[in-house]
């Protein structure tokens, strides 16, 4: 019996392992010909980058997919600048709106078209001219009109790229920090004679012939042995026509984004955080005990470990992304939400250690790994990209400190949401034995007395960067009006708990339902509102699952606090 449960524990970990390991063939696909190529410095969106993150955000934009038709973003963007009429009738552009399907009728091809048919549509032309021109004039547009924009803007990006218009590959002569040059300026005869006039003619034109080997070796699928050869003299060539103008990069910040790219430690992080959790599962379960004497200290140890590599890895993550942007995470969505779930982790290792509990941790692994595949798993909606600064966040210590503690503050009430749908469920399925309510309580009003000294502080230092850089403290604006109501609520449930107005139960419930006054500050500002003078933070999408994930939520919380009540009504019958 012993050696039967032996081997289904043994299943369980093999089970875990392929679950959160890449296969063979996907690593295979990615270490491909073109690493050369992909350390190429080249400059878009108004920074230096390594191809390799062009052709990722290329891919990304363009077909909705991190890769595409099993080829590396570098080898798809490669291809496309190779044979562009070939890729220009190829279905990349995803056309997922039905009404907009309806429109292109037959020319829809698996929820996809090729950039001419969308290029080459008069019709729809004239009316995604009217669209932008209702855009310019600031007028409120349809789904539909947004949708047309959107399909348009995609495959007039694939034209700009599959003609080499996109990105700069030739650092400006004069100055590196002006416009480079892109690749057409050397398949052009004007573009040629322009570089001639700033580089030496001989390594104009062995560069010009590196490019074309390398085409040629694309379109005509030779072995792998003859692309790489011609991608490796490319990179040369075109390095040794930088330094005959003396331009030095950086190439350290570049292997570091390099690295970044390959390793890609957010995706990782959230692996171990849920192998943290799972051996936590398995411990509560009495699984370790299986192993022996050791078993439940080696259960402890693993669960530990593994949390603890997940958040070396998220924060190393951290710590690459900040020195490629030169600036902390402070511009989108997506970098906020890896920062609030690093701040979950970190608030419950510090909780966990002081109070010596992995029930913390395990709330923690459940936040931080949802978060992450979250980030992970919408790209188009939640961009990865590493961008400058906008202007009004460049050298602004002020804003920079105050949207940190603000977004720290979301991590300490992320953390106490999970807490406190643990307690609710602890109490309702008489699971006291792990933790007893009270514990939980206690745990759970720490946490949102961090997160409720954080949001305070964040609001104070937001009302200092306004008065600095509007000429007013408070003004009502959406994000600051939703970040006092927020503060007001989780105010009003510790007081209750310090008051005796709520008991343990009644505690977890409303510190549950008030994460929703975060969750309207972090995300329904800026995704559903979007207004106010909190511009730089805006985006679009994903409303309907937001929705659809409360609505659960709430359902869930109300069925729990209805048979909890239910319950302990019950009359106790002596026998």
């Known amino acids: 019996m012993k050696t039967n449960n032996l081997n289904i524990f043994r299943l369980l970990v093999t089970g875990y392992l392929l679950l959160v390991m890449p296969s063979p063939l996907a690593h295979a696909a990615d270490a491909s010909a073109f690493d050369t190529l992909d350390k190429i410095p080249v400059q878009h969106s108004g920074r230096v980058k390594p191809f390799q993150s062009f052709a990722q955000e290329a891919v990304l934009y363009i077909t909705g997919k991190n890769h595409f038709q099993k080829l590396s973003p570098t080898e798809a963007v490669f291809s496309w600048m190779a044979e562009p009429e070939k890729w220009m009738k190829s279905p990349l552009i995803p056309v997922s709106y039905q009404p907009l399907q309806q429109e292109f009728s037959l020319a829809v091809i698996g929820g996809r078209i090729s950039p001419e048919i969308v290029l080459g549509h008069q019709a ?211 970098e906020s939400i890896i920062w609030v779930s690093w701040a979950v982790v970190f608030f419950s290792l510090v909780l966990s250690l002081v109070y010596r509990s992995f029930f913390i941790r395990g709330a923690a692994a459940v936040i931080a790994t949802l978060a992450l595949i979250i ?40 953390l106490g949401w999970g807490i406190g749908h643990a307690a609710i469920f602890s109490s309702v399925f008489g699971r006291e034995k792990i933790e007893t309510p009270e514990t939980l309580a206690l745990y ?24 600095y850089s509007w000429g007013r403290f408070w003004g009502w604006d959406p994000k600051e009006t939703w970040a006092l109501i927020a503060l007001l609520g989780y105010l009003a449930v510790l007081h209750g708990r310090f008051a005796g107005w709520l008991d343990s139960f009644s505690f977890a419930v409303w510190s549950t339902v008030s994460f929703l006054g975060i969750l309207m500050a972090w995300y329904g500002v800026n995704f559903v509102l979007a207004a106010g003078l909190h511009s730089y933070g805006f985006g679009g999408g994903g409303l309907p699952y937001v929705l659809a994930v409360v609505g659960f939520d709430l359902a869930l919380i109300t069925w729990a606090a209805l048979t909890y009540k239910k319950r302990t009504r019950q009359p106790v019958v002596n026998k």
């Open 124 to 334: 729809f032309l004239k009316q995604v001219e009217d669209a932008l021109e209702r855009r310019r004039q600031k007028d409120r547009l349809s789904r539909l009109e947004e949708k047309r924009i959107e399909v348009y803007e995609r495959a007039a990006f694939f034209k700009i790229v599959g003609q080499g218009k996109l990105p700069g590959w030739i650092a400006h002569p004069e100055d590196s920090r002006k416009s480079w040059l892109p690749l057409e300026a050397l398949v052009t005869p004007d573009g040629e004679t322009l570089l001639i006039q700033f580089f030496p003619e001989e390594n104009v034109q062995k560069t010009k012939a590196a490019l074309q080997a390398l085409f040629k070796a694309l379109r005509e699928k030779g072995s792998p042995e003859t692309a790489s050869k011609a991608a490796g003299e490319f990179s040369q060539n075109l390095k040794e026509l930088f330094e005959t103008r003396g331009i030095v990069l950086d190439q350290n910040l570049l292997q570091t984004e390099v690295t970044y790219n390959q390793i890609r430690p957010f995706a990782w992080a959230w692996k171990f955080y849920f192998g943290s959790l799972f051996a936590s599962l398995i411990f509560m379960l009495g699984g370790f005990r299986l192993l022996g004497k050791q078993g439940e200290g080696i259960g402890r140890a693993a669960g530990f470990l593994l949390f603890l590599t997940g958040f070396v890895l998220h924060s190393y993550g951290f710590y690459l992304r900040c020195v490629i942007a030169g600036r902390p995470p402070v511009t989108n969505m997506y």
């Open 375 to 414: 980030a992970q798993s919408f790209p188009t909606l939640l961009d990865p990209s590493v961008a400058p600064l906008v202007p009004v966040l460049r050298s602004n210590l002020w804003l920079t400190v105050h949207v940190l503690t603000i977004t720290l503050s979301y991590g300490a009430f992320a």
């Open 444 to 467: 759970l009003y720490r946490t949102l007395q961090i997160g409720v000294v954080l949001l305070a502080s964040g609001t104070v230092l937001g009302g200092v960067w306004a008065n």
